[in-house]
């Protein structure tokens, strides 16, 4: 894989001209990344096709989380009209490998992933959209468009709809009184360790370009019903008791309501985007991590907020079409 054309005139115009060109870990968008070495000096080429991608949120949200003195990666060089950005080298330390390698610090890792949470609370959304209404109802139709219809379910979208509203109210009433910076991809593969850094710089993050204002359960469910790698239900539980502990005044009842209603949110979502890039992009590998999000959306349903929810899925999704349909 080598980064489209053009790049080693942006790379020669951004004193980098003759630098080896490796490539990084994808995502499941059309950006792709490749590290940058010359003589020594590394960084990191984003390629992110203009046609398909924009990279100025990316550098507005960067600019914010930087700022604030988060370790978000620095940008060493841009072309935005083309889609190539020069950006920081956080090295090789990404949390879910490290945590595949040494599971005996996991506990201690998400402690460290909640405490920035926490953090990243504090401060204001300036200039962010908000994670509003019409936004949760595009994205829990993610579903019906992609999963359903492959599954050969014939969703009456009105009811469906219904079932999220009854829902949604608690979520957008605390949002609209206290928004916070939502990066809604906050999960092990866009964690990076930097264990040089101090306090909350120690975590790097990446892929934050989506960042909306939203609920502060929102990247709490990210990180904890990860659809890359199994979080016990005690982990979930311990992390989500340590985020009440640090957090500014939250009632503990009201925030398990929200996380599992966003939880339901998000994972509905997911099993829509997986199919998408299996059925449309022709990425296959991502429908293989769905039994894991159906086991999680169980969890959700759970709970007695997401009764209308759980029932129009009861009634429109049987058994045999959700996890072992995806296997």
Known sequence: ??????????????????????????????????????????????????????????????????????????????????????????????????????????????????????????????????????ALSREVMVFADWYARAAGIDVNVAAYLAAWDAVWGGVLHETAQRPVVTLRDYHADNLMLLPDRPGVQALGLLDFQDALAGHPAYDLVSLLQDARRDVSPRLERAMLAQFVACGDGLDAQALRAAYEVLGAQRNVKILGVFVRLRDRDGRKGYVERLPRVWGYIERNFAHPALAPVKAWFDANVPSELRSAWCQ
């Open 1 to 134: 894989m080598i980064p489209r054309a053009g790049h080693d005139h942006f790379l020669a115009g951004a004193g980098w001209g003759g630098a080896s060109v490796a490539p990084l870990a994808g995502d499941a968008s059309f950006r792709r990344y490749f590290r940058v070495n010359d003589r020594g000096r590394r960084a990191v080429l984003m390629d992110a096709p203009p046609e398909h991608e924009d990279v100025r949120p990316f550098l507005q949200v960067a600019d914010l989380l930087v700022g604030a003195g988060f370790s978000a990666p620095r940008l060493l060089a841009g072309d935005i009209d083309r889609g190539f950005l020069l950006i920081e080298d956080f090295g090789d330390q990404l949390m879910g490998p490290v945590l595949a390698a040494e599971p005996a610090r996991e506990e201690a890792i998400y402690s460290q992933a909640v405490a920035l949470l926490a953090a990243l609370h504090r401060l204001p959304p300036q200039g962010l959209l908000p994670y509003d209404h019409a």
